[in-house]
């Protein structure tokens, strides 16, 4: 019923930056956790960053200081601005909104994904 749609993706040289966007398709309750995975060919799946629905953030080591999660609950959409871009950050991203209790997920949906290239 409700779905991601991401955008942003592209190819930007070492150094550059993108801002990705993933938008419900229609209004949700924001008590979600949204999060950023991005999957190279051959390698698994990782996470890159994510945030809950209060805005605490955590972001994986590789992309500290250079990458930066954010959420507009009011237009159900999360966002995530990467600056400082490395070829290793040259993956397929995807994002994802959660909600979990007592380790059942009520809520999970995930965008179609967005290709960015890093290359010079």
């Known amino acids: 019923q409700v779905q991601l749609v991401e955008s942003g993706g592209g190819l930007v040289q070492p150094g550059g930056s993108l801002r990705l966007s993933c938008a419900a398709s229609?209004?949700?309750?924001?008590?979600?956790?949204a999060a950023w995975y991005r999957q190279a060919p051959g390698k698994q799946r990782e996470l890159v960053a994510d945030?809950?629905?209060?805005?605490?953030?955590n972001y994986a080591d590789s992309v500290k200081g250079r990458f930066a999660i954010s959420r507009d609950n009011a237009k159900n959409t999360v966002y995530l601005q990467m600056n400082s871009l490395k070829p290793e950050d040259t993956a397929v991203y995807y994002c994802?909104?959660?909600?979990?209790?007592?380790?059942?997920?009520?809520?999970?949906?995930w965008g179609q994904g967005t290709q960015v290239t890093v290359s010079s």
């Open positions: 229609r209004s949700i309750f924001s008590i979600y956790t």
């Open positions: 994802n909104f959660k909600t979990v209790v007592a380790g059942n997920p009520l809520f999970d949906i």
């Open positions: 945030i809950t629905y209060s805005g605490s953030t």
